[in-house]
């Protein structure tokens, strides 16, 4: 079967949800024996691969601002798409299904994964999650099937379009932790001297709060923030103010690999307090690690955690700040081996692929 994947940044991955999800099961895919198509946006990839791990990459030019990237990207990868004689498009995300019907219309089928509901992101204006609303509403009537990677997003898709998406769920790899070491060179870390926040520096995935809630804590753990701006760079500036009169935070900017790996493993505590989320592959990371994990307690997150975390107040910077207090203090019988069979359990990269592989045939 002939595959366009559109709605990744880029491959290879170096960040984000998605881009993360389209390489793992992009991969898989390919090892079972399809011919993939991932369209790329030029200014994401470090460097520039017609293939990578089996699957070819075409790269596209886009507008490179904040509201016209995504659509004029999509546009062009749709086009090419049909181009190129796909037999299935699969479209991730809102903002890339607004063209799900332009694949339709030519006789080809269709995918639509939703990562999250985009148009709750503090980071748009009134027009773009209007837009993004009307991408939700023609990939659900125009995919041949729509995929949830979160199931608590279910029951809106059923209430609103009497739709029910399948559930697939993002995957994770269950590794050994890797040596501190990096850590001790890179930025004079300890193993489990910090806090960790690791993810895209923007305003729904909650810094700010953490921010504000760590500056009234007495203790001696860094707060260390790991990530980049996503079109937000007006958002990172503040956060960074916010954070200036204190030394205990320690802003790394983005991070990948050894290092990335290092961070999430010998955090003492890993928190999220996001705001809107589809199925946090960062939750996953740091789970799947065995790291103690303290997050909002929005549906999406504590479907991840289970009974294997803990969860504060959304946006409540008061009741984060005594959470931290508590497990700061005790971190009360928590079992790291318990979290780490948990994830490995539920979310599989290989099921995840063979799954959505089900999908495709299914739509046949």
């Known amino acids: 079967m002939k595959i366009a994947m559109i709605g990744q940044k880029g491959m290879p991955s170096r960040a984000g949800g998605i881009e993360i999800h389209v390489e793992e099961i992009g991969c898989r895919l390919a090892q079972f024996g399809h011919e993939l198509i991932i369209y790329a946006r030029g200014d994401y990839c470090s460097e520039i691969l017609d ?9 596209i030019s886009s507008v490179n601002t904040k509201h016209f990237d995504t659509i004029s990207y999509t546009a062009a ?18 903002g890339p299904s ?20 985009d148009w709750k992101r503090e980071k748009w204006g009134r027009l773009t999650k209007l837009i993004l609303k009307l991408g939700e509403q023609i990939g659900v009537r125009f995919a041949n099937q729509t995929i949830s990677v979160s199931e608590t997003l ?14 697939i769920p993002n995957g994770v790899y269950v590794k050994p932790k890797p040596s501190a070491e990096i850590l001790l060179e890179k930025f004079g870390l300890e193993e489990e001297s910090y806090i960790l926040f690791l993810s895209r520096i923007v305003p729904e995935k909650g810094l700010h709060l953490l921010i504000e809630a760590f ?53 003492y505590l890993y928190v999220l307090p996001s705001t809107v989320e589809g199925l946090p592959i960062s ?5 799947s690690y065995g790291t103690l994990c303290l997050t909002s307690d929005i549906e999406e997150n504590k479907a991840v955690l289970g ?24 971190k009360n019988g928590y079992d790291d081996q318990e ?24 739509v046949f």
């Not at 063209?99 to 339709?104: H, I």
């Not at 279910?154 to 559930?167: A, G, I, Q, S």
């Not at 939750?283 to 789970?287: D, Q, S």
């Not at 009974?307 to 700061?328: N, P």
């Open 51 to 59: 293939d990578y791990k089996g699957m070819r990459i075409v790269h």
């Open 77 to 94: 990868a749709t086009i090419h798409a049909l181009k190129s004689g796909a037999e299935l498009v699969h479209f991730h995300a809102l």
């Open 98 to 117: 607004l063209f799900a019907f332009l694949p339709r219309f030519f006789g080809r089928k269709v995918i639509c994964t939703v990562h999250g509901l």
């Open 154 to 167: 279910l029951p809106y898709f059923e209430e609103k379009y009497r739709k029910v998406p399948r559930y």
């Open 215 to 267: 500056k009234g804590l007495k203790t001696d753990k860094k707060l260390v923030i790991a990530g980049g701006a996503s079109h937000s760079d007006q958002y990172l500036k503040e956060v960074n103010r916010q954070a200036e009169d204190n030394p205990q935070i320690l802003f790394t900017g983005f991070v990948e690999g050894e290092l990335l790996e290092a961070l999430f493993g010998h955090a």
């Open 283 to 287: 939750l996953l990371e740091a789970m």
């Open 307 to 330: 009974d294997h975390g803990y969860t504060f107040r959304s946006r409540d910077a008061e009741d984060l700040r005594d959470c931290l207090e508590r497990l700061l203090t005790s």
């Open 339 to 362: 979290t780490i069979n948990y994830i490995k359990g539920r979310f599989s990269w290989d099921a995840v692929a063979a799954d959505t592989e089900n999908v495709y045939k299914s």
